[in-house]
């Protein structure tokens, strides 16, 4: 079946880039989703990518992929106080259901 | 922004009762599902339904049970409550965009004690 993998932690200073990352293994996936929790919330869609891309830039958020590799990754420029939450990257099946499979979340802390 | 909804935010119940999660969107999306967010922080899919009358269990056994008479609402029943139902419960929704992305409840905290 299907998995993505993600680091569990990351800690960057305020003003610094970070970048996280993920890995998955169903090759046949369409789009790869990266969500945003904050403490006690639901999850918020940040951006998503399609299969045939190799990079998207919105804003702060560029997300890189390597489909030869199976590897994605989340980079936010400036890193701000208030970007300090859980980051869950997600793989979406190609079957009819359609459900997500999500990585286990990278926690970012950002320092003043 | 997403329009789906879940109540309570938070339950504190007692063993052996019977409970039921709400979640309700008013975007007119056909697909909703359940997920099952545990302490370290995974998401498992527990129940999905494609529309009206349609249910499914996810990856996740859960002893949950989920029902859509309308489009609009997706509940989830737990009919006798135990201690290891303790967690998150995540409900969302999705249309039948190409992108198929998903918009999320804020989620339920249930601990059963």
């Known amino acids: 079946g299907e998995d993505v993998e993600q680091s569990l932690f990351l800690s960057v200073r305020e003003g610094d880039s970070s970048v996280i990352n993920c890995t998955y293994t169903?090759?046949?996936?369409?789009?790869l989703y990266w969500y945003k929790q904050e403490p006690g919330a639901g999850l918020q869609l940040l951006t998503y990518i399609f299969s045939n891309m190799d990079m998207k830039q919105d804003q702060r958020l560029t997300v890189l992929l390597n489909k030869k590799d199976k590897h994605l990754s989340l980079r936010i420029a400036d890193t701000q106080t208030g970007d300090s939450a859980i980051y869950f990257c997600a793989e979406s099946e190609t079957g009819g259901r359609r459900a997500l499979t999500f990585g286990s979340g990278t926690r970012l802390q950002v320092q003043p | 922004e997403a329009d789906i909804y879940q109540t309570p935010r938070y339950l504190v119940i007692g063993t052996g009762k019977k409970i039921t999660l709400e979640c309700s969107q008013t975007m007119g999306h056909d697909k909703m599902y359940w997920y099952q967010q545990d302490p370290g922080m995974e998401l498992h899919l527990i129940h999905y339904?494609?529309?009206?009358?349609?249910?499914e269990k996810g990856d996740l056994s859960s002893e949950s049970t989920v029902s859509r008479i309308r489009t609009e609402h997706f509940p989830l029943t737990l009919e006798s409550a135990r201690p290891s139902h303790t967690s998150q419960y995540l409900c969302?929704?999705?249309?039948?965009?190409?992108?198929?992305?998903?918009?999320f409840g804020p989620g339920t905290r249930l601990t059963v004690t």
């Open positions: 339904s494609y529309g009206v009358n349609s249910t």
């Open positions: 169903d090759s046949s996936s369409t789009y």
């Open positions: 969302a929704s999705s249309d039948r965009s190409t992108t198929e992305e998903q918009y």
